[in-house]
C-alpha cells in the first residue's frame, strides 16, 4: 500500500498551489522549467511539474523525455505575503511576477486542485491488492494439503498393513484395498480413507458395515490401543473414512 501510494503522484507538488500553461509542440521540460522559472535545471524540482488534465494528476518526471501537446505545464504559485503600507516599497513587483515570468507562452490556468481523489483511489487500490494477496494465500493454503507428522505417518502405515493382511490374494497382483490419507491440522486427526480395489466388494458400510468396524477394532488392538485411537467411522462414496489419533494427543486433549 505505501509503494502504491508513493508512485500514485509527488506529494509533496500536490500539497502546493500552481499555475499551468498549455505545452505547444516543440516544448522541452527545460525550455518550460527556463522559460515559467528562469532556470532549466528546476525541471526536475518540486515547484516544477507537467500535469496531464485528463487524468486529473501529474506526470512522472521519468516521463518528460517525451511531452504531449494535451499536458500542461505548472509552477507553483507562491503566496504575496503582507507588507505593511508605511514601508512597502513604491515600485515594488508583485510576488506572483516573481513566480511565473511574463514571458510564458499561452494563457495561465489556475490549478488550485489538492489531489485527494487521487490518495483516495490509491489508498483503495492498495486496499484491493492486499485482499487478493490474503485470499491467494488463504486458497494456497487450502489448496495444499498440509504435512502428516512423521508419528501420525507411521501410525497410518502399520494400520493400513494390519487391515490389509487378511484381504490379500497371492493369485493376484492387485492390491486388496485402495488408500488415501488426509491430514486434519486443526484437530490433529489423520483420515484414513480405505475402499475396495480390483472389483472387491469389501470393505464398505452398506451392507459389511459390521465387518468392517470389528477389523477396525481389531487393527487398533494390534497396533497397540496405547498408540492409536480410532473414531467413529463415516462413508464417502465408496470410500470408509477410519479417523485415527494418537493416543498420546487424545490423553493430552482431555487432560
Not at 77 to 102: C, D, F, G, T
Not at 156 to 161: L, M, N, P, S, V
Not at 169 to 192: C, H, K, N, T, Y
Request: proline fraction near 9%; charged fraction near 20%; charge should be positive.
Amino acid at each position: 500500500m505505501v509503494f502504491l501510494l508513493l508512485c500514485t503522484a509527488p506529494f509533496g507538488a500536490e500539497a502546493q498551489q500552481f499555475a499551468c500553461w498549455p505545452i505547444v509542440r516543440g516544448d522541452t521540460a527545460s525550455r518550460l522549467a527556463r522559460r515559467l522559472t528562469g532556470n532549466a535545471a528546476a525541471a526536475y524540482s518540486d515547484a516544477f511539474q507537467i500535469k496531464d488534465p485528463a487524468r486529473r494528476r501529474f506526470v512522472p518526471k521519468s516521463r518528460y523525455g517525451r511531452l504531449s501537446t494535451h499536458w500542461q505545464a505548472c509552477v507553483v504559485r507562491e503566496p504575496v505575503k503582507s507588507i505593511p503600507l508605511a514601508i512597502a516599497p513604491a515600485a515594488a513587483p508583485p510576488v506572483a511576477s516573481q513566480a511565473v515570468p511574463s514571458v510564458a507562452r499561452g494563457p495561465a490556468v489556475a490549478s488550485s486542485w489538492v489531489t485527494r481523489s487521487d490518495v483516495i483511489f490509491a489508498v483503495t487500490i492498495g486496499a484491493v491488492v492486499w485482499l487478493m494477496l490474503v485470499i491467494i494465500s488463504v486458497v494456497a493454503g487450502y489448496a495444499t494439503p498440509p504435512p502428516i507428522p512423521p508419528a501420525m505417518q507411521r501410525a497410518a502405515e502399520d494400520f493400513i498393513r494390519v487391515f490389509a493382511r487378511p484381504l490379500v490374494d497371492p493369485l493376484s497382483g492387485v492390491a486388496p484395498i485402495a488408500v488415501r490419507l488426509r491430514f486434519v491440522r486443526r484437530v490433529q486427526q489423520l483420515e484414513i480413507c480405505i475402499a475396495p480395489c480390483g472389483g472387491r466388494r469389501y470393505p464398505n458400510l452398506s451392507d459389511h458395515k459390521k465387518n468392517v468396524e470389528y477389523d477396525v477394532n481389531r487393527v487398533v488392538r494390534t497396533v497397540g490401543a496405547h498408540r492409536v485411537v480410532a473414531d467413529r467411522l463415516r462413508a464417502e462414496g465408496k470410500w470408509v473414512v477410519v479417523p485415527i489419533r494418537l493416543a498420546a494427543l487424545k490423553q493430552a486433549g482431555g487432560m
